[in-house]
Structure formats: structure tokens, C-alpha cells
């Protein structure tokens, strides 16, 4: 008989909801005892029985930290430590290279410092693979005057080629381990480089395609190992269906609407949509196709039904949102305000923001669901704030010159 696999679990290290541990656990026995990603093996008394995991999203994170468990002989705590603050490090150490090279003004430089050991903290503090998002924020977004800079040949034009579909294969994994994590980069990257760049038309557009080619390639090879699974499943369970791969959208905007009190019964809890959906369709299975589209016609009735309940929600989340923007830009809001910076900047930045708000907007606006929105928020006020230093000190140069 094999035994459930919470029983030997530790306490994390670092902070993750206990059934994703309980699932990586599960990934790492199954991986042990079949060698085949993402399956896990189910307790039986009779015969050995599996199922398939990273059914919903996140289905990265279930291949890659067993792997590495698996190549380093390392506990679930040990890999999960080593995974989260190796992530955390290396994003810190390129986020602070950047910085220091785009910065201009030592004291928005020792701003910055001051201000990353702070938000390193709440990234430890909020944990789980809620930072991956900021992380990459943090690493990548110093280095956006380089994705405008003009290559001043051929040569250099295919070296960004390369680097920028390298950098999509990056943005690529980290959607493959966290749904959407590095789509505000991508947005904030194709805007800078499409309205920015001095680059001929084709020329601009190659860049973008490269990104985007990068991107799609992770999710390629994650789409072959989940066929390997569910050849697997299939040939050890003739009667195994294929399970879901996508994240449930309408499961996530349906409980949203329970962060205002209600006389709908809806909390901002997966067990609420999963009753709902069990007294309309009981024979649909768990974030199914038929479970999408049940709370997405519920969904799309309280909207027709009780507009002024669903704006005032949305309204209240815009609301907590604002409130943690003007918090994380504090006096960079007031620099970009009296200095502002090129607009094709603004929209980038506003661009990024204005996506990873929607988590805020469509789930909940609690701080794990916004860290990539806090990040973008954080850096738009410190790079504001340098802006208009540097614009004070041209203004008062060219006076003095005057004089």
C-alpha cells in the first residue's frame, strides 16, 4: 500500500499553500516511481493506481522542482528553498547591476537600494510562486533602454535577434510555471521596442516576432510532456480522460465577486463555484470545459441582473489597487506628475500595470495576487523619480549658462 504523501511532509521554509506542496510532494514520489512527469501515484489497496497533476496552471513548477529535487538528491523543503531563493538572488543581483547602470542621481540610487531590501522582504513574506512575477520585474526592466537603442549594424541587429528570443524562452518558462507572469514584461517590452525604437518597420517587427517565438517555445515542449502523461495515464487506465491544461478563467471571475458582501452566497472561495456548478451540471467534472461555461453564463446573468453590484465591486477593487499604486510610486508619482517622462515610457510602464492589475480586478486585490503589479509600481516611481532629477539639473544647467 502506498501511503498518502502528506504524512511525510515538512514544514516549508517558505511560504506555500499547503496543496501545492502536497502536490509537488506527490510530483516528486510519482516522478521516483514511474519516471514519468507529472503523474502521481493514488493510495490503493488493491493495485497501483495514478493520476494526472498540474491539471488547472502552474504546470511548470510540477515539472521543473522535481526534476531538480530529483538531479540533487533534494527534500521537497530543500528544493523549494533552494528553487525560491535562487530565483530571488539571481533577480536581486541583475535588478541591482541595472540600476545602478540606468540611475543617474546617487541619491535615487541609495533610494533604490534601501527601498529592494524592503520589497525582497514582502516578496519572502508573501512567498509561494506568487514571486515570480516581481522577481522577473526586478531583473528585467532596469534593462529597458537597451530594448530601444538602434543596432548600429547588421552584426548587431542579429545579436538582438537572438537576444530578445532568448529572452522570450525565459519569459516562456515563467509562464510555464506561473500563468501571465512575464506578460507585462512582454507588453512592456513590444511597446518600447513598436513606439520607441528608431528601427526600420520589418526591422522592429523581427524583434518583436523573435520575442514572441521565444515565448511560444516553452510552452511547446510543456504541451509534449503533457501527451507523455497522459500516454501514460492512458495506457496504465484505459478509462482516463484527458485532464484540463488550461487555468479555470470563469471559476476565478465568478468567486471574485465575493469581495463585497452579497446576497449571492458568493465568497471568494473554489468551493463556492464548485457547488454553484454542482447544483446547475452535476455531471460536470472540476474545470472542465462544461464547468467553464456554466459560471461563465452565471457569471454573464449577474452581470445583466445586478449591474450596480458588479460595479461597485470592481469599483472597490480599482479602489485597493489605486490605494497600493500610489503607496509603491509614493514621491515618484509627484515627480512624474511635474516632470514627465516620453510618453512612449508612460505607456509602456502603464501598459504593464494596467495588466497585472487585472488579477487584482478579475480575482482578488490582495498583495500575492498584485507582487508584479507592485513591482512595476515600485521601479515606475523610482525611474520617475531619477527623471526629474535629471530634468531639475538640465533646467538649472541651461540657466546657469544663460546667466
Request: hydrophobic content about 50%; proline content about 5%.
Amino acid at each position: 500500500m502506498i501511503h498518502p504523501v502528506a504524512d511525510s511532509l515538512a514544514r516549508p521554509t517558505v511560504l506555500i499553500i499547503p496543496t501545492r506542496y502536497w502536490e509537488l510532494q506527490a510530483s516528486i514520489d510519482g516522478l521516483a516511481k514511474t519516471q514519468t512527469p507529472l503523474v502521481a501515484l493514488v493510495p490503493s489497496d488493491s493495485m497501483m493506481q495514478y493520476r494526472a497533476l498540474g491539471t488547472t496552471d502552474d504546470i511548470g513548477l510540477y515539472y521543473f522542482l522535481p526534476k531538480l529535487a530529483q538531479i540533487f538528491h533534494l527534500s521537497l523543503n530543500e528544493a523549494w528553498t533552494l528553487w525560491f531563493f535562487g530565483i530571488l538572488a539571481i533577480a536581486v543581483a541583475v535588478g541591482i547591476y541595472g540600476m545602478m547602470r540606468y540611475l543617474q542621481s546617487p541619491l535615487v540610487k541609495a533610494l533604490y537600494l534601501i527601498q529592494l531590501v524592503g520589497f525582497a522582504a514582502l516578496v519572502i513574506k508573501i512567498g509561494d510562486i506568487h514571486a515570480l512575477a516581481p522577481c522577473l520585474t526586478i531583473a528585467v526592466l532596469p534593462f529597458a533602454p537597451r530594448f530601444i537603442s538602434e543596432p548600429t549594424n547588421d552584426k548587431k541587429f542579429l545579436r538582438s535577434v537572438g537576444l530578445f528570443g532568448l529572452l522570450g524562452v525565459l519569459f516562456g518558462l515563467a509562464h510555464s510555471i506561473r500563468s501571465h507572469s512575464a506578460t507585462a514584461l512582454l507588453l512592456f517590452i513590444s511597446t518600447l521596442i513598436f513606439f520607441a525604437s528608431t528601427l526600420a518597420l520589418n526591422k522592429r517587427l523581427v524583434l518583436i516576432l523573435s520575442l514572441v517565438i521565444g515565448f511560444l517555445l516553452p510552452q511547446f515542449y510543456m504541451k509534449t510532456v503533457l501527451d507523455t502523461r497522459d500516454e501514460f495515464l492512458k495506457a496504465h487506465q484505459p478509462t482516463y480522460t484527458a485532464a484540463p491544461r488550461q487555468h479555470p478563467f470563469w471559476h476565478t471571475v465568478y468567486i471574485g465577486f465575493g469581495f463585497l458582501s452579497n446576497d449571492y452566497g458568493i465568497l471568494y472561495k473554489d468551493e463556492v463555484a464548485a457547488a454553484k456548478v454542482r447544483s446547475l451540471a452535476p455531471e460536470a467534472e472540476y474545470c472542465s470545459p462544461q464547468y467553464e461555461t456554466v459560471l461563465k453564463n452565471e457569471t454573464l446573468k449577474l452581470i445583466k441582473s445586478d449591474f450596480a453590484f458588479v460595479f461597485f465591486t470592481i469599483a472597490a477593487k480599482l479602489g485597493v489597487i489605486g490605494t497600493y499604486f500610489i503607496l509603491f510610486a509614493n514621491v515618484g508619482l509627484l515627480a512624474a506628475l511635474r516632470h514627465p517622462k516620453r510618453w512612449v515610457i508612460e505607456l509602456a510602464f502603464f501598459a504593464a500595470l494596467g495588466f497585472n492589475a487585472l488579477f487584482g480586478v478579475l480575482a482578488m486585490p490582495r498583495l500575492s495576487y498584485l507582487c508584479g503589479f507592485l513591482a512595476v509600481a515600485w521601479l515606475y516611481g523610482i525611474v520617475s523619480l531619477d527623471e526629474a532629477i535629471r530634468q531639475r539639473r538640465e533646467t538649472l544647467s541651461a540657466s546657469v549658462q544663460e546667466w
